[in-house]
Nanobody, 114 residues
Framework: VQLQASGGGLVQPGGSLRLSCAAS????????MGWHRQAPGKQRELVAH???????NYADSVKGRFTISRDNAKNTVYLQMNSLKPDDTAVYYC?????????WGQGTQVTVSS
């Protein structure tokens, strides 16, 4: 199983970005999918999580600004990020839970700066 993340980049404060992460390989279905992030000198933290049934969960710091969604037919999870702040600067990692294993993408850099 491989996860390929894309969509990161440099954006000004208040701007928006949309991250995508596509899973490929041999599997029947994906359970939960999500996004974590890790800023320099900090631990990796959960950003958002979505179950196979579409139930979502967000970190308090991104509630109301970020939206996670998924396209099960494409085995893809998205993270729409609005009203970005400098504190959102981090490497964003997607993950997917398939049966009892968790797989991670390679990470995509998001930098919020003027």
């Amino acid at each position: 199983v491989q996860l390929q993340a894309s969509g990161g980049g440099l954006v000004q404060p208040g701007g928006s970005l949309r991250l995508s992460c596509a899973a490929s390989g041999r599997f029947f279905s994906i359970n939960a999918m999500g996004w974590h992030r890790q800023a320099p000198g900090k631990q990796r933290e959960l950003v958002a999580h979505i179950t196979s049934g579409g139930v979502t969960n967000y970190a308090d710091s991104v509630k109301g600004r970020f939206t996670i969604s998924r396209d099960n037919a494409k085995n893809t999870v998205y993270l729409q990020m609005n009203s970005l702040k400098p504190d959102d600067t981090a490497v964003y990692y997607c993950n997917a839970v398939i049966r009892i294993s968790t797989y991670w993408g390679q990470g995509t850099q998001v930098t919020v700066s003027s």
